[in-house]
Nanobody, 126 residues
Framework: QLQLVESGGGLVQPGGSLRLSCAASGFTLDYYANGWFRQAPGKEREGVSCISSSDGNTYYADSVKGRFTISRDNAKNTLYLQMNNLKPEDTAIYYC???????????????????WGQGTQVTVSS
């Protein structure tokens, strides 16, 4: 019933950019904390960036600060992640996620969303 669908992943060269989208259905995104997580083979799941429902405060992992930007379009019920200056270590499957009654920062750090998308592959390689 509650669904998140990611899109926008692909292959990009180092230094390039991608914009990921997460379309929500069955619920209103801005009533929840929203975020992007990623997981690469052999690595722990990482909370990349999250945004709170109540005040829109954003959180970014240290590894992506200054390069990635999270945003939400309430009219479209869609979450975005603009990724600039991509590095090979950004290669991972990226997942959109949401949870209520929590701040974006707490969700990103605790890795405990209620809802997950299927993921979209981002590969950064020359």
């Amino acid at each position: 019933q509650l669904q998140l669908v990611e899109s926008g992943g692909g292959l990009v060269q180092p230094g390039g950019s991608l914009r990921l989208s997460c379309a929500a259905s069955g619920f209103t995104l801005d009533y929840y904390a929203n975020g992007w997580f990623r997981q690469a083979p052999g690595k722990e799941r990482e909370g990349v960036s999250c945004i709170s429902s109540s005040d829109g405060n954003t959180y970014y992992a240290d590894s992506v600060k200054g390069r990635f930007t999270i945003s939400r379009d309430n009219a479209k019920n869609t979450l975005y992640l603009q990724m600039n200056n991509l590095k090979p270590e950004d290669t991972a499957i990226y997942y959109c996620a949401a949870r209520d009654s929590i701040t974006g920062q707490a969700m990103c750090i605790s890795h405990t969303p209620d809802y997950w998308g299927q993921g979209t592959q981002v590969t950064v390689s020359s």
